[in-house]
C-alpha cells in the first residue's frame, strides 16, 4: 500500500506547535475527553434518538471492536458512506479507535465515483447503510467488491445487513483495542473536484483538522451550550469543520442530525431542539429565507446561519437577517484547507460583500497574477495558501500535486479573488474548468468523458452558467453522430452510467460544430469559454 503521509517543513510544524496550534490531539482522546467532562450531556440527536457522549464513546469503541473481530486492521482505508444518522458518528470514531482511515464519501455518489475512491485509496472496506432514499447500497457493495476486490469487508451501519456485516454496537471485550495514531499521522481522506475527471484524495491529519475545528468554535461563537444542526451530507468537509459537527463536539456541544436541509424537515428541528448555528450553500439559504416568512415553526433560537461553498451574492446575503432573524456568517474555504470567516462582530457591509479572512494569524495568503507576480491589493488575481491546516500534497498522485502545489509548499486553489483591507477576500469565481452547482465541484471533463461515451455523440464540451438559485448550473453542447439524441433522452442515459446526479447536465444544447482556429485548433477552456459566451449573449438579447 502506498503510504497515506502529510508531512509540513520540521521548521513550520514545530512554529504550529509553538504557536499552540497543534495541540497533540487525537480524534479519539477529544471524544474521550468530552465523555469524561460531560457523560450525560447528549452528543448527538436522531430522530427520537439522542447519544449521550458517554453512549457514544462505548458506540464507537463497540464499532472499533467490531471491525478489528471482523478482520479488518489497523492502517486500513475505509470508504465511509453514511446519509445524516447517528451511525454516522459511531462507525467514524469507531476507525479512528481501530486506528483505520476513513474515505468519506457522499451519499450521492455512484458505483463511478466510489470504485475510483475505493482503487485510489486502496480501501480494504465500505461502510454503508442498507438502503437510503430508495437506493440499496448492498447492491453498490456488491458491484463494488466484483470492480474492487480489495475491498473484502462490508458493514452496514444501519438495517438489513443481508451477507455483510452489521455494525458493532455491543463491545466485545476479548477484542484488544490499539493505541491511539499519533497526532501527526493522518486521521482521514477526504476527497477533492478533479481537474482530469479523477477526483484526488486529501489526506488531513489529527493535529491540522483539529486545530481548524476549534478555532471555528472561537470565531463562531460555539461553546459546550450551542446547538449545531447538520443540514448538509454530514461526509461534506464543510458541515464537517466550518465549524461543523466535529467543531460542534470539540466543544462539547450538541450535534442534531436533519435527514434533508429542506425548509420542511429542518424548520421543525430548529424549533424542537432550540438549534443555534448551521451551516448552508447558497441555493438553500434562498429556499430557507423564501419559507421562513411563512412558516408555523419558531426559529428565533437560531443565531448563525454559516453560508459557503459557493459564492453568496449580496443582494441574497442582505436578505438573512431580515428573513431568519439571524447573523449571517460568510464562509469560504476548501476540504484542502484554507478556511475564511466573515466575523460576527465585522459591520453589515463587510458581512453581505466580502466571503470573510483567514482563521489564523499563521495562514499565509498570496494573490498573483499569471506569471505568479503578487497584484496589488483590490485586484484579482489568482489564490495561494499554506498554513497549519492547509496540505502539503494530495495521496499519490504526483500530477495533481506538480500542478496544485508551488516548490515553495503553496496551494494553488484555482479560485480567482480580490484581497481587500484587513485581509477579506472576495471571490470572483474559479480559473479553472470546474463548473460550482450549488457547492458541489463538478470537472467539466469528466461530465464530457461520460457523453463521448454515447453512440450518438461525436463532441461534448460542458460549460458553466449562471444560475440565481444554483449559484451556476451545468450546460452540455453536443454534437451529435447519426441519429441525434433527445436532450432528455440523453441526460437519462447519463443517470444509468452510475454517476451522482448532481453531475448529469442540467442543460443539454445541439450543435453543429464547434467553432476552431484556421489550423483546426482550439483549447478545451478556450472552447468553453466561447460557447459560455456565446450562449450568454444569446439568452440576453
Known amino acids: 500500500m502506498t503510504p497515506l503521509r502529510q508531512d509540513w517543513p520540521a521548521d513550520l510544524a514545530q512554529r504550529y506547535r509553538d504557536a499552540g496550534f497543534w495541540r497533540g490531539e487525537t480524534f479519539s482522546d477529544v471524544l474521550r475527553a468530552r465523555a469524561a467532562e460531560r457523560p450525560d450531556a447528549t452528543a448527538i440527536i436522531d430522530g427520537e434518538r439522542r447519544w449521550s457522549y458517554a453512549e457514544l464513546l462505548a458506540r464507537a469503541e463497540a464499532a472499533a471492536a467490531g471491525y478489528l473481530a471482523a478482520g479488518l486492521r489497523p492502517g486500513d ?43 485510489r485509496g486502496e480501501a480494504a472496506g465500505y461502510v454503508i447503510p442498507a438502503t437510503h432514499d430508495g437506493f440499496d447500497y448492498r447492491a453498490q457493495a456488491r458491484a463494488l467488491q466484483a470492480e474492487v476486490p480489495a475491498v473484502r469487508h462490508v458493514v452496514v451501519a444501519a438495517g438489513d445487513a443481508a451477507e455483510f456485516t452489521p455494525l458493532a454496537t455491543e463491545r466485545d471485550a476479548s477484542v484488544a483495542l490499539p493505541d491511539d495514531a499519533a497526532p501527526s499521522d493522518v486521521a482521514f481522506i477526504q476527497i477533492s473536484g478533479g481537474s482530469t475527471g479523477l477526483s484526488k484524495l486529501i489526506p488531513r491529519t489529527h493535529d491540522d483538522y483539529l486545530y481548524s475545528c476549534w478555532a471555528s468554535n472561537d470565531i463562531c461563537g460555539v461553546t459546550d451550550s450551542s446547538v449545531f444542526l447538520v443540514a448538509l451530507p454530514a461526509a461534506h468537509n464543510f458541515p464537517m469543520s466550518s465549524p461543523g459537527h466535529i467543531g460542534a463536539l470539540y466543544a462539547g456541544a450538541t450535534v442534531v442530525l436533519s435527514p434533508a436541509p429542506a425548509p420542511d424537515v429542518a424548520f421543525p428541528l430548529i424549533a424542537r431542539h432550540r438549534v443555534t448555528i448551521t451551516g448552508l450553500v447558497p441555493p438553500l439559504a434562498l429556499l430557507w429565507m423564501q419559507a421562513a416568512p411563512q412558516t408555523p415553526h419558531d426559529l428565533s433560537s437560531l443565531d448563525v446561519l454559516l453560508v459557503g461553498g459557493a459564492k453568496f451574492t449580496p443582494e441574497a446575503a442582505r436578505r438573512v437577517r431580515p428573513a431568519l432573524g439571524c447573523t449571517l456568517q460568510q464562509v469560504f474555504g476548501m476540504a484542502e484547507g484554507l478556511v475564511n470567516y466573515t466575523r460576527l462582530d465585522d459591520d453589515e457591509e463587510t458581512i453581505v460583500t466580502t466571503q470573510g479572512r483567514p482563521i489564523s494569524a499563521m495562514d499565509e495568503v498570496l494573490v498573483v497574477d499569471d506569471a505568479g507576480a503578487p497584484v496589488p491589493d483590490g485586484t484579482p488575481g489568482h489564490l495561494l495558501a499554506r498554513g497549519p491546516y492547509t496540505i502539503r500534497a494530495y495521496h499519490n498522485d504526483a500530477g495533481a500535486n506538480a500542478r496544485a502545489f508551488t516548490e515553495d509548499g503553496f496551494y494553488r486553489t484555482g479560485d480567482i479573488v480580490k484581497r481587500l483591507p484587513g485581509g477579506y477576500l472576495e471571490v470572483q469565481g474559479r480559473a479553472g474548468d470546474h463548473i460550482n452547482r450549488a457547492g458541489e465541484k463538478i470537472s467539466a471533463e469528466e461530465v464530457e468523458d461520460h457523453l463521448l ?14 444560475d440565481e438559485f444554483l449559484g451556476e448550473r451545468s450546460c452540455a453542447f453536443v454534437i451529435p453522430q447519426g441519429a441525434a439524441p433527445k436532450p432528455a433522452a440523453l441526460k437519462a442515459w447519463m443517470r444509468a452510467r452510475g454517476i451522482a446526479a448532481f453531475k448529469v447536465p442540467d442543460q443539454v444544447v445541439l450543435v453543429e460544430r464547434f467553432e476552431t482556429t484556421a489550423a483546426g485548433k482550439i483549447s478545451r477552456k478556450e472552447l468553453r469559454a466561447r460557447l459560455r459566451a456565446g450562449f450568454l449573449a444569446e439568452q440576453t438579447s
Open 453 to 466: 461515451a454515447h453512440p450518438n455523440v461525436f463532441d461534448a464540451a460542458i460549460v458553466s452558467i449562471p
Open 77 to 119: 482505508r475505509v470508504v465511509v458512506q453514511l446519509p445524516n444518522i447517528a451511525e454516522f458518528f459511531s462507525a467514524v470514531f469507531g476507525l479512528f479507535r481501530a486506528r483505520m482511515i476513513p474515505l468519506y464519501a457522499l451519499p450521492a455518489h455512484r458505483i463511478t465515483e466510489v470504485a475510483h475512491f475505493a482503487r
